[in-house]
């Protein structure tokens, strides 16, 4: 019989939801409270109707978790509060040009650089700064001093079949090691940029960089990155220019779907092997750092 915990928001956790949430716990263990609950969130499908995550539900449930000694969580991390400013920027703050100098990936880091980059993609990107999940790494594609756009790489979709198959590893195999995958979440070229190629660069200098940059902030390196894109408004060609492998199509669910009740439009799914030997590594059969 599974095992449920009642919750008093009439959600019950499942003795295999539990297990998911512990292992995010201990697969991201610099996410405070609120990142961790939006992880799981998105993990065992807990979300509203629209698809929105049920942070403050989770977050009251890792409480009664913790208070239990059933689960441990975080250090509560205050910080003041502040009112989050809508970008406004200008044609002086952009960059019309159709060459430019080396381009150049750089870490957008907390505060005024990760302020700016926020409003950047709350302003230019389809998607804006939505919640992603799991570690992640903020990027400014620069050149001369210049900001030309925007990349994020965060945690990789729980579960995808045409992924899952071409890797060829099992569900426990998949659990064990997902976060050795990195999905590029975020893609952005700022409006009057102008520069031929400047897509697929910036993907091959940040497949060149991001394991380093990744084991740096956060103790490892990844093996394989995704992504999704809405064929209904891009063809993918930057990233069939930077050598990344169209593997198919999603189901035209979303991230958030595990009980299959949302529609989306279906996404084309690229990948980009690290190392040669990233089958292996997801598999077990090889060490990953």
């Not at 960059?95 to 980059?117: F, K, V």
């Not at 190629?197 to 060149?208: G, P």
């Amino acid at each position: 019989m599974i095992r449920k915990i009642e919750m008093s928001s009439g959600r019950e956790i499942t003795g295999e939801e539990m297990d998911i949430i512990k292992w995010a716990r201990s697969t991201y263990p610099n996410l405070s409270r609120s990142e961790l609950a939006g992880t799981v969130c998105e993990l065992i499908g807990w979300v509203t109707p629209a698809g929105d995550a049920k942070i403050p539900q989770c977050m009251a449930f890792f409480a009664k978790m913790e208070a239990e000694g059933k689960l441990d969580l975080p250090a509560i991390k205050t910080r003041q509060a502040a009112t989050r400013k809508i970008a406004r920027l200008n044609d002086a703050d952009m960059l019309e040009a159709t060459d430019c100098g080396d381009i150049e990936l750089s870490i957008a880091r907390p505060g005024g650089e990760l302020r700016r980059w926020r409003e950047y993609v709350d302003s230019f990107h389809s998607l804006g700064d939505k919640t992603v999940f799991g570690s992640r790494l903020y990027y400014f594609i620069r050149s001369q001093g210049r900001d030309l756009g925007c990349l994020l790489f965060s945690a990789a979709s729980w579960a995808l079949a045409d992924r899952d198959k071409w890797i060829g590893w099992s569900a426990e195999e998949r659990k064990a090691r997902l976060f050795l995958v990195v999905n590029n979440s975020r893609f952005l070229v700022l409006p009057k940029v102008r520069i031929k190629n400047l897509a697929s660069m910036a993907l091959s200098l940040a497949a060149r960089q991001i394991q380093s940059d990744w084991k740096r902030e956060f103790g490892y390196s990844p093996v394989l990155l995704e992504t999704f894109v809405d064929t209904e408004h891009y063809t993918g060609a930057s990233y069939k220019a930077a050598n990344w492998i169209l593997l198919g199509c999603t189901k035209g669910r979303g991230r958030m779907d595990r009980h299959h009740d949302y529609s989306l439009s279906a996404k084309a799914i690229f990948v980009y092997p690290l190392r040669p030997d990233f089958a292996d590594v997801l598999k077990g059969l090889k060490p990953f750092n």
